[in-house]
DNA sequence: ACGGATACTTAGCTTTGCTAATAAAAAGGA
DNA sequence: TCCTTTTTATTAGCAAAGCTAAGTATCCGT
């Protein structure tokens, strides 16, 4: 089949693994987002929720960042979690402009009985993985942290 | 920090890790979001119009399963990637009430040029990995391909 | 041949993403 | 100091993708 051209075999290879990741990643949040709702959020208000908790107070456009996704996108996020008690708005006292994103303790507490709760299917598929294959996938998330990160 | 009570190591670990599979998940298909685009499709049309490609002439609810989504929401998917014509609907000869989805050589076509595009930065941020976080990718990428057909 | 099951579609709702436009505050330069 | 530009967040409005509920057409078993 063709593929002459430019192409490196190494260029080929990472095409065909980022099609392969892309494909495995639509597929595993489909399923989440069936159940995420142990916790009642869904996948991207637990998302914003957790870096709210783990990663301190920090502004609207800093979450927005982290999230990747437009500020507008997170003003609506954050308005779901308010509501819901999750977290609380508060002026930046250093810039007028800014909003500070706090989680309260609701928000927090919510989030570790998330992780005490361990109901999810995928929990359990993850539990009957040979350790060996536990242990690929942890090092395929570390990889793919990592590489958001520096993006 | 506490987690006693009746939770095992193992079923901790799973959990751990189904949650950051989660999180790159979500944030590997937000940065994708922005540059599907190569093709002009979106991720869920991309992927489902892959899974007519490769996967022949299959009715519209074993391509639902597939997508492990609902009949209704691929009905709409479908009725987009034909619009396009990239698939085309037929009726099934052995069951009247099913429908036939078969790629058109154009949709055909597109995921061949897709293939060789190799655009995204994603391929190219993992070209530039060590081959050995590539491989590791590409095994958990197996093990979550597994994981999806056994459910 | 009739009644229940199955396959798909239609209708309508929610969530999440986006861009464009606006308001308010901060920063900087004349 | 004052005025302009930049930055931060929100509002408004659009599109895509997911769902359930309800409707239609076909199939199958009795």
Redesign the pocket.
């Known amino acids: 089949m063709g593929d002459r051209g430019a192409s490196s075999p190494d260029s080929a290879r990472a095409n065909r693994a980022a099609e392969r990741l892309h494909s495995a990643a639509?597929h595993l949040l489909?399923r989440l987002?069936?159940e995420d709702d142990a916790s009642g959020?869904?996948?991207?208000?637990l998302s914003?929720l957790s870096v709210v908790v783990f990663g301190g107070p920090l502004?609207?456009?800093?979450l927005?960042a982290a999230?990747?996704?437009?500020?507008?996108?997170?003003?609506?996020?954050?308005?779901?979690l308010e509501k819901a008690g999750l977290v609380a708005?508060e002026a930046?006292p250093?810039?007028?402009?800014?909003?500070?994103i706090r989680a309260t303790p609701a928000g927090r507490r919510l989030l570790e009985e998330g992780r005490a709760r361990r109901t999810s299917a995928l929990t359990r598929q993850l539990a009957d993985l040979p350790a060996h294959d536990l242990a690929t996938l942890e090092r395929a998330a570390d990889i793919l942290d990592r590489l958001a990160r520096d993006r």
């Open positions: 639509i489909r987002r069936r959020l869904t996948a991207p208000r914003a502004t609207l456009g800093a927005a999230e990747q996704v437009r500020p507008p996108t997170m003003t609506r996020t954050i308005a779901a708005r930046s250093t810039d007028g402009r800014a909003v500070l």
